[in-house]
């Protein structure tokens, strides 16, 4: 029996990326989006190359109500679902000076990067339990990097990446088999960025084929801040 996996914000970018390697991999997809005909054209590509995809699950993490119904279809259309990729998220202003960030900026970054992925992750984590299931988070790191620190983005993620730890050490102390980790794919050309495309950033789809290979490695991740492009030290 193929395994089902949820991807949150997977009609574009990162997200797409790892729904198609996923899906190439054997994976059935059910894809998280806030709008039928975003979600409709990701799942019309992603059949085109013949992914499994059972659906899509409309998802808005600013509102509890779309999160709670979202949990409720999954529970009941998919109850053997067992890998949600927490991959949607905002990135906030990030031109500003630390000091300078609007509140509503810091609010919005936490609503979505933090409270919504918490609200979502809290409400399937007895589903993603009882299917022995897994948990993977895109983030970006918590150290303040001398080269690119925005607030309001970091700040949240940052949030985002104590719950991933909290949540591990939860799981481990109380002898559960299920895990939860997180993925920073380093700097991606995508809308989230205005398509950025620096030396040293990476394709969605070069960065879903390595989230994809490390979530079929067969290894048990639980807690792990994963870098898919590790600084080599001299
Ligand atoms: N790009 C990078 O350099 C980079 C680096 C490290 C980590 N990441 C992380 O990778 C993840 C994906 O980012 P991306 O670069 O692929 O960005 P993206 O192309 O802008 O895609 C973001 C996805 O999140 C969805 N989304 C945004 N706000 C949402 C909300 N309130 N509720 C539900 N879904 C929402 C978007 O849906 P719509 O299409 O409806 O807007 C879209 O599907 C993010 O968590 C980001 O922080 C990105």
């Known amino acids: 029996m193929k395994k089902l996996a949820f991807v949150t914000g997977g009609n574009k970018g990162i997200g797409f990326g790892i729904c198609r390697h996923l899906g190439l991999s054997g994976w059935n997809i059910v894809l998280g989006a806030r709008e039928e005909s975003r979600a409709m054209k990701a799942i019309e590509n992603l059949k085109s190359e013949g992914i499994d995809v059972e659906g899509w699950v409309k998802l808005e993490l600013t509102d509890m109500e779309s999160i709670e ?14 890998l949600l990729v927490n991959n949607a998220g905002i990135p906030g202003n990030m031109a500003l000076k630390s000091w300078e960030t609007p509140i509503v900026d810091i609010q919005q970054t936490m609503k979505v ?27 970006v790191p918590s150290e303040v990097s001398p080269y690119w620190h925005p607030l309001a983005y970091v700040a949240s993620k940052g949030a985002q990446n104590e719950m991933t730890a909290i949540m591990a050490m939860d799981l481990k102390q109380n002898n559960i088999n299920a895990e939860i980790f997180n993925i920073h794919p380093g700097p991606t050309t995508t809308d989230l960025n205005g398509n950025m495309a620096l030396p040293g950033f990476h394709k969605p789809d ?9 979530i079929n490695d067969g290894k048990n991740h639980n807690g792990e801040f994963i870098e898919l492009y590790p600084i080599v030290q001299e």
């Not at 999954?74 to 067992?82: A, D, F, G, K, L």
């Not at 070069?206 to 490390?214: F, R, S, Y």
């Open 69 to 82: 119904n979202a949990a409720k279809k999954i529970e009941q259309s998919w109850p053997e679902m067992e």
């Open 206 to 214: 070069t960065v879903g084929e390595k989230v994809a290979e490390l």
């Open 113 to 139: 990067n933090f409270v919504g992925t918490f609200s979502l992750t809290k409400r399937l984590m007895p589903l993603i339990i009882k299917n022995n299931g897994r948990i993977v988070n895109i983030t």
